[in-house]
């Protein structure tokens, strides 16, 4: 049985020099690859209560929308800008050239509800943070972040030291 590690494949200078690129779809594109993920994400989910995923576009939607259907909860999609159709709130976040903007929409969330945040990868921690920044903003409380990938090198974690975060897998480096 391979490990989950060994789905995962890493692409040096992709999309620019010096960035190593962790490509999931070569876990997903294998039935045994995926159920691994998925069973990955489920193991730091034991125990936690919550009422609503949260998944970051565009690979959080597929772990995020496995999980809500294996747990029973609702899915949201935290969305790039203009891409959802009803009334939203937005949020800027740093790039390390220029920002970029997270929507959701502005009923997804409602106040008191317990929040789990699901993407791929946390690399420097500025687009969930921004995410947890909406879900707070509409009076919900993020109580879990989880991602398949972590690269220690570029202190997401540290970033969002408030959260309880968990990651499958760790890099050390970036
Ligand atoms: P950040 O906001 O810096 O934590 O970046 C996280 C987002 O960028 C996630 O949605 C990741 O899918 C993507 N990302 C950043 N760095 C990488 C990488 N080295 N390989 C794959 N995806 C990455």
């Known amino acids: 049985m391979k490990k989950l590690e060994e789905y995962i494949t890493s692409i040096p200078d992709f999309p620019e020099k010096g960035i190593i690129f962790r490509d999931v779809t070569s876990v997903l594109q294998d039935a045994d690859g995926f159920r691994l993920a998925v069973d990955s994400y489920m193991k730091m989910l034991e125990g936690v209560e919550f009422d609503v995923v949260v998944g970051i576009e565009a690979r959080g939607f597929i772990f995020g929308a496995t999980l809500a259907y294996l747990l029973h909860k609702p899915f949201i999609p935290a969305r790039k800008p203009g891409k959802l159709p009803r009334e939203t709130v937005s949020m800027e976040y740093e790039l390390e050239y220029g920002t970029d903007s997270i929507e959701l929409h502005a009923d997804a969330v409602t106040p008191g509800q317990r929040v789990v945040l699901v993407d791929d990868l946390i690399a420097t921690g500025g687009t969930v943070e921004a995410v947890a920044k909406l879900v ?18 570029l202190a997401g974690r540290q970033r969002l030291s408030g959260y309880d975060i968990d990651s499958a897998i760790i890099y050390e480096g970036k």
């Open 136 to 153: 707070e903003r509409l009076g919900g409380k993020v109580v879990k972040i989880v991602f398949l990938m972590e690269l220690a090198g």
